[in-house]
């Protein structure tokens, strides 16, 4: 571990976790964003698979397109209640009304990839349009355009993982197989293909999750520590 | 006299269905995700978040039962959709916020706070989209609009009241604390919904 990187995880550990969107900060799994189509639609690898592709190509793109368009309207960091009040709807529509923009296109592209199998994906790909994961950005202080296309290719590689894991293990759960291979001979837990099924089991990952991510973060942060007290020593040496 | 008891039969059946049998997050995860971040806000009450969600669906019905059938019959396409009836979202919303910007109600500055975070949702969204996909009438859209929206703010009563009870309780093993438990506690719900109506979600 580089002495920069360790003297940051210590003096700056929040910053440090806010960055990383497919792990440590998950925005499903750390912040609950995107929980509808992963529980009702994320029952088997293929339509986790053609979920991801239409959130890759929606996410980024609409978030570059409306963090341009309100430019004009930002929210500043210590904005006062008038701000809100004045600009919060204003920004919200204009990153719902990009992010249906953008499907206008993606749309097409995604029928000529997948056909009639997009039509698994129901009412929840046009809802992808006003998902919070796409939207959240309207209720935070204004981003430059090129920390918006940095951070939504990260949240979309973070989404997407936790899409297709989910998708697996309930397909792997529900019906025994894996995209569409059969895995086991039977299929443990039904359940999972249902709703209900699919907020309980990504409760748990979420649980199995969270605590990986503890763990990983003591790790980090004893490795920085020794980091720090080496390059100490060593310096000290060098002086002696 | 009969045609008038049949329509509010069907609008009120709309709404029971949308309430109980079909309810937006137990049976469909719509809003889910607005409602998790609403049980950890403790600056936004849950209940006006839910009031105007309710109205929000209730208004929108009508003009979104309109102005998708003539989308439709001016031949836009399934790409068009989101942009017809977030459009639609955008109408109601305006008007909302103007209302609530000429009038002097208690909790304004509120309100006006809540407005986008409760219009621009997917429950709200999700409602309309099921409206146009199972061609619900006039009556039966507005009747499932109220319903949802009802049947949004009792979830969100019972999951408030639930984290309330569940952030405090030391025998939650500490992993499972926050989402992860509030997930299964809204999973465990929907399983008890299930058992009074079966489950088939129509997407």
Redesign the interface.
């Known amino acids: 571990m580089k002495q920069s990187k360790a003297e940051w995880i210590l003096t700056k550990p929040d910053q440090f976790t806010h960055r990383h969107r497919i792990f440590i900060n998950n925005p499903v799994m750390m912040q609950g964003m995107g929980l509808a189509p992963l529980v009702v639609l994320a029952t088997s690898g293929k339509n986790a698979l053609m979920l991801a592709v239409a959130a890759a190509l929606l996410l980024t793109p609409s978030r570059l397109l409306a963090c341009l368009l309100s430019k004009p309207l930002p929210l500043s960091e210590h904005g006062g209640s008038d701000e809100l009040e004045n600009r919060l709807l204003f920004r919200g529509l204009i990153y719902c009304l990009s992010a249906a923009v953008v499907y206008l296109a993606v749309y097409p592209l995604l029928e000529g990839w997948f056909g009639t199998d997009l039509l698994t994906l129901g009412i929840y790909l046009p809802l992808l349009t006003v998902e919070p994961l796409l939207i959240y950005r309207f209720g935070r202080v204004q981003e430059p355009p090129r920390k918006a296309l940095v951070k939504g290719l990260r949240t979309t590689a973070g989404y997407a993982l936790v899409l297709l894991l989910v998708g697996c293990v309930r397909e792997l759960l529900a019906y025994g197989t894996v995209f569409g291979f059969q895995a086991a001979d039977f299929a443990p837990l039904p359940v999972a293909a249902l709703p209900a099924g699919g907020f309980i089991l990504l409760g748990v990952l979420c649980a199995v999750w969270r605590a990986l991510v503890r763990k990983y973060k003591d790790f980090l942060v004893a490795e920085a520590r020794n980091q720090v007290l080496a390059n100490h020593q060593k310096e000290a040496n060098r002086e002696g | 006299m009969n045609e008038v008891m049949e329509t509010v039969g069907i609008f009120f059946g709309y709404a029971v269905l949308a309430l109980f049998a079909q309810n937006a997050i137990?049976?469909?995860?719509?809003?889910?995700?607005?409602l998790?971040?609403l049980t950890g806000d403790n600056r936004t009450s849950s209940l006006l978040f839910g009031v105007l969600l309710c109205v929000t669906q209730v208004l929108l019905a009508p003009l979104a039962w309109y102005l998708g059938g003539l989308a439709g019959r001016l031949g836009l396409g399934?790409?068009?959709?989101?942009?017809v009836?977030?459009?639609c979202?955008?109408l109601v919303?305006?008007a909302e916020?103007l209302v609530l910007q000429l009038t002097n109600l208690p909790r304004k500055?509120q309100l006006?706070?809540i407005?986008?975070?409760a219009?621009?949702?997917?429950c709200?969204?999700?409602t309309v989209?099921?409206t146009r996909?199972q061609a619900f009438t006039l009556t039966q859209s507005v009747g499932f609009g109220l319903g949802s929206g009802l049947g949004y703010i009792l979830a969100v009563m019972l999951v408030t009241e639930a984290q309330t009870r569940l952030s405090n309780s030391q025998t939650i093993?500490s992993?499972?604390r926050?989402?992860?438990?509030?997930?299964?506690y809204?999973?465990?719900l929907?399983?008890a919904i299930?058992g009074f109506t079966g489950?088939t979600?129509i997407?």
Request: proline share 7%.
């Open positions: 137990f049976t469909r995860a719509l809003g889910v995700s607005r998790v971040q399934a790409s068009a959709r989101p942009l009836y977030v459009g979202i955008a919303c305006l916020h500055d006006l706070r407005l986008p975070l219009a621009l949702n997917s709200v969204l999700g989209l099921i996909t093993p992993a499972f926050g989402l992860p438990i509030l997930l299964i809204i999973g465990i929907a399983l299930y489950h979600v997407l």
